[in-house]
Antibody, heavy 122, light 112 residues
Framework: QVQLVESGGDVVQPGRSLRLSCAASGFTFSLYGIHWVRQAPGKGLEWVAYISHGGTAKSYADSVKGRFTVSRDNSKSTLYLQMNSLTAEDTAVYYC???????????????WGQGTLVTVSS | DIVMTQSPDSLAVSLGERATINCKSSQSVLHSSNNKNYLAWYQQKPGQPPKLLIYWASTRESGIPDRFSGSGSGTDFTLTISSLQAEDVAVYYCHQYLGTLTFGGGTKVEIK
């Protein structure tokens, strides 16, 4: 079965960096684009970043552009999110989320990991 | 970006009764090339990640009970739970995937 397991969440001070990982299994990782979506405590869902199946296409929300970098290692079935210059507004649960195949799902997210909590606080 | 607006923010429904959640997009999510609405619905229970219920506005995901249904086109959409069960208590989000992904603010469904 599909599994996405995020890790790397922690409590960090403002201005510091953190790298999140997302380990995938149960599907052919190299065939699917993956999103990062975050959810601040008690709030709604905010799309953060996307990387295509081969890693050549990337996109970012304006709120993180220039600070966050998404990457992937298809040989390890792992996705990464490098987060720099963190602020309190980045405090959230970060989910990696699999993009469904275009023909069936049109690109909607069809599966989410359990998430990892990032807290930015002094 | 396309803004998604859900209503109501919360609703309380008796067990076995109908729950209706509305979602409005700031621009049409109907793609002219395939006449499909790029609109999905997710269910999120406390402490859990979102779970896909509906995509293409009205196509139920595999394994989702048929009491969940989606309707609408263009800019106005509805998620209906025909007979609310205790396990349906959750926050429900609409989501457009035509452009940069955006989500509605969520609707909390509780038991009356």
């Amino acid at each position: 079965q599909v599994q996405l397991v995020e890790s790397g969440g922690d409590v960090v001070q403002p201005g510091r960096s953190l790298r999140l990982s997302c380990a995938a299994s149960g599907f052919t990782f190299s065939l699917y684009g993956i999103h990062w979506v975050r959810q601040a405590p008690g709030k709604g869902l905010e799309w953060v970043a996307y990387i295509s199946h081969g890693g050549t296409a990337k996109s970012y929300a304006d709120s993180v552009k220039g600070r966050f970098t998404v990457s992937r290692d298809n040989s390890k079935s792992t996705l990464y999110l490098q987060m720099n210059s963190l602020t309190a507004e980045d405090t959230a649960v970060y989910y990696c989320a699999k993009k469904g195949d275009d023909r069936t799902y049109g690109g909607s997210i069809d599966f989410w990991g359990q998430g990892t909590l990032v807290t930015v606080s002094s | 970006d396309i803004v998604m607006t859900q209503s109501p923010d919360s609703l309380a429904v008796s067990l076995g009764e109908r729950a209706t959640i509305n979602c409005k997009s700031s621009q049409s999510v109907l793609h002219s090339s395939n006449n499909k609405n790029y609109l999905a619905w997710y269910q999120q229970k406390p402490g859990q990640p979102p779970k896909l219920l509906i995509y293409w506005a009205s196509t139920r995901e595999s394994g989702i009970p048929d009491r969940f249904s989606g309707s609408g086109s263009g800019t106005d959409f509805t998620l209906t739970i025909s007979s609310l069960q205790a396990e349906d208590v959750a926050v429900y989000y609409c989501h457009q995937y035509l452009g940069t992904l955006t989500f509605g603010g969520g609707t909390k469904v509780e038991i009356k």
